[in-house]
């Protein structure tokens, strides 16, 4: 009953707001109120749904400051160098830039924090796109693709939290998928060729239209201007980098790491509160729905996790594997954690489900670092999740919804 009332919550979800029957914000704390309360939890669902909120809040500090931080660094200017250098580069060529924005992504998220390959890639990449008639939303499913095989490193969230669960080392986790890991890396880049040389063919179609409507974008970077660099240059850069690195390095914690740098870039570029008010205001609906929905996303977390049903559904999906594919069982195990992943919270897989697969795995002789090989490759559905924060963050920064992302990168 349980996991039948999971599947059935995630499964409408994504259905009414891929669908655009419901708003994202709306649908995580409606259906799972639903849901709830057909499976008797009514009475509790308040408690759960705010257990949720508490779990989720230090990633909505996290991403909010960020995502402040970053529009500041946008308002003055800092990403324009990057931009012009890579029109330079690039041209206004669909195939060249799909293919520098993979190798963008590429070299920022080596560290394995896929936020913030997040925001520099769309912060930069964004303008150019609409600059040139790609559909941004590209920008999204090469993250996608990306960012979860550089999860595969060893500092990597995924690779540390299984080697936790499993009472393994992290090198045994990692260093056998390396040529995994290059293989993928070369075919993202191939796969961003073909998507370049497809947005190429569309625009040649488009030559004979009339041009594109010029609008500025809530960044505050648009197609007919472009910010000045503040003389403040310098101290932005640094501070920039100073915050990628502590936060790579985990020097405090990371939203404290964020309010941080965010009070100090908003401080020296606009010392002036009324300047601070007109620079912020405009950006006032996009940090509020980035919060909205994580929030939300959390309400809708605590209700599947504090009433069982993450649970059940990951019992049932590996109760119903047949006994005789046991010899295959690590394919099978790849081939599950994807949908399991997609329909759960990371920490919910990684040390719920993940030790169930690898002790299943062991009746069959698979030793339990196989099974961790075979987790990896279904990281890729999770970005894509309702349950996943920085997909809303992404949305938000592409000023597009949750369901058009989704029903756009999915296949």
């Not at 993979?102 to 070299?107: K, N």
């Not at 999860?151 to 995924?158: H, L, Q, T, V």
Request: aromatic residues 8%; contains cysteine.
């Amino acid at each position: 009953m349980l996991a039948a009332l999971g599947f059935g919550s995630i499964c409408l979800f994504t259905v009414l707001v891929m669908t655009k029957r419901i708003s994202a914000v709306a649908g995580l704390i409606l259906i799972p109120t639903v849901f709830g309360m057909l499976g008797g939890f009514g009475g509790k669902l308040g408690e759960m749904m705010v257990s949720g909120v508490v779990d989720t809040a230090p990633t909505a500090v996290l991403l909010t400051f960020a995502l402040l931080y970053f529009l500041v660094m946008t308002e003055c200017g800092l990403f324009e160098p990057l931009i012009r250098k890579i029109l330079a580069i690039v041209g206004e060529d669909p195939v060249r830039i799909v293919l520098g924005t993979a190798i963008l992504i590429i070299c920022i998220g080596l560290d394995g924090d896929g936020s913030t390959a997040a925001f520099v890639v769309i912060t930069s990449m964004y303008p150019i796109y609409r600059q040139v008639g790609i559909n941004p939303l590209i920008i999204a499913m090469l993250l996608g693709i990306i960012c979860p095989t550089l999860n595969w490193m060893p500092w990597g969230g995924p690779a540390a939290r299984m080697a936790v669960s499993l009472d393994i080392e992290v090198a045994d986790v990692v260093l056998p998928m390396v040529p995994a890991l290059v293989l993928t890396l070369a075919a993202s880049l191939l796969f961003a060729y073909f998507v370049g040389r497809s947005e190429r063919h569309k625009l040649d179609a488009r030559k004979a239209q009339a041009a594109l409507v010029e609008e500025d974008d809530e960044l505050g970077v648009s197609r007919t201007r472009t910010p000045i660099p503040t003389k403040n240059v310098w101290f932005n850069f640094l501070l920039t980098i100073a915050f990628i690195v502590s936060m790579g390095i985990e020097l405090l914690p990371l939203p404290a790491l964020a309010m941080i740098a965010f009070s100090l870039a908003v401080t020296v570029n606009w010392p002036s509160l009324r300047v601070q008010n007109e620079k912020l205001k405009p950006h006032a609906g996009t940090v509020v729905m980035v919060i909205s929905l994580i929030l939300a996303a959390g309400a809708f977390s605590g209700v599947l996790n504090e009433s069982g049903m993450v649970k059940a559904m990951s019992d049932a999906l590996v109760a119903h594997l047949p006994e005789s594919w046991g010899g295959g069982f690590a394919f099978v195990t790849a081939l599950v954690s994807g949908p399991l992943l997609f329909i759960l919270s990371n920490d919910s897989f990684y040390f719920g489900v993940v030790p169930v697969l690898a002790e299943t795995g062991s009746a069959y002789g698979i030793p339990s670092e196989v099974i961790a090989h075979s987790v990896l490759p279904g990281i890729y559905l999770h970005t894509l999740s309702p349950l996943s924060a920085p997909i809303y963050l992404v949305a938000s920064l592409l000023r597009t919804d949750f369901g058009s992302l989704q029903r756009f990168a999915l296949r």
